[in-house]
């Protein structure tokens, strides 16, 4: 058996393929429990995550033939939930690079991502009331915050499927590429948050992601470690030195 996630390393970046071209990379749990493994590498060596599908699709959902056994306490347990959340929570930014279909439980994946591009044959949206059973791994609370109540509520409660130019009017992904140019666009985001400070990037992640009650205490505190720090005293020398020669 194939390993169901490809990962390639750099310094300061993993790309993480979902390989289950088979199977429209759908997601099971040997797919989960290499997330897991692969957060727990990310959260000892933060790095930018880009995710991405082999075989021209992202994920086509959950595994239908694994969900289709699990009962009760396995919803409980949430065990798609709890890895793309986990995904989310990562101290670098997530890209998801999103190809063909991202439905479902895969679609539950490109929300937990921070910026998401795609190309034009982008097909995403979470069909599972026609299932059966509800999208319980973060659309109900993600998708929401990414696009608002109104258009999160068409979605999930419809079940339909957005295309590219919709995702984008919507804000669900921030830009669509020729599938030949869509790793490199997301490897240039990469590029770009490699090029600021690591620390900043991760405090400023944080940020976004605590509830607005925290705010601006959490602002605060962040900007006050950073304030401290030699690579703020650096990076603000220099561009002064630039300024001055200009």
């Known amino acids: 058996m194939s390993d169901p996630l490809l990962i390639e390393r750099r310094d300061d970046r993993v790309l993480a393929t979902l390989h289950r071209p088979e199977r429209r990379n759908a997601i099971d749990l040997a797919t989960i429990d290499a997330l897991h493994a692969l957060c727990a590498e990310l959260e000892a060596d933060p790095r930018t995550l880009i995710l991405t599908g082999a075989g021209g699709d992202f994920a086509a959902g959950a595994d239908i033939a694994q969900l289709r056994e699990r009962r009760a306490d396995d919803a409980r347990r949430g065990i798609n939930a709890t890895a793309f959340l986990r ?9 998801a690079a999103l190809d063909g279909y991202a439905l479902g439980g895969g679609a539950e994946l490109a929300y937990a991502a921070d910026i998401r591009i795609a190309t034009a044959s982008l097909r995403i949206g979470n069909p599972e009331t026609g299932l059966g059973i509800l999208a319980a791994a973060g659309a109900t609370w993600c998708l929401p915050e990414i696009v608002g109540h109104a258009r999160a509520a068409d979605l999930l409660l419809t079940g339909r499927a957005l295309g590219a130019d ?29 090029a600021n400070d690591p620390l900043a990037t991760r405090h400023t992640k944080r940020a976004l992601r605590a509830p607005r009650a925290e705010h601006p205490h959490i602002d605060g505190e962040l900007q006050a470690e950073l304030f401290e720090s030699p690579e703020k005293e650096r990076r603000m020398t220099a561009f002064l030195d630039r300024t001055d020669r200009s």
């Open 87 to 95: 995904v989310a929570e990562l101290p670098m930014p997530v890209i």
């Open 166 to 194: 919709d995702a984008l009017a919507w804000g669900l992904i921030s830009a669509i590429h020729p599938p030949e140019q869509l790793l490199p666009a997301a490897h240039a985001l990469a590029d770009r948050i490699a």
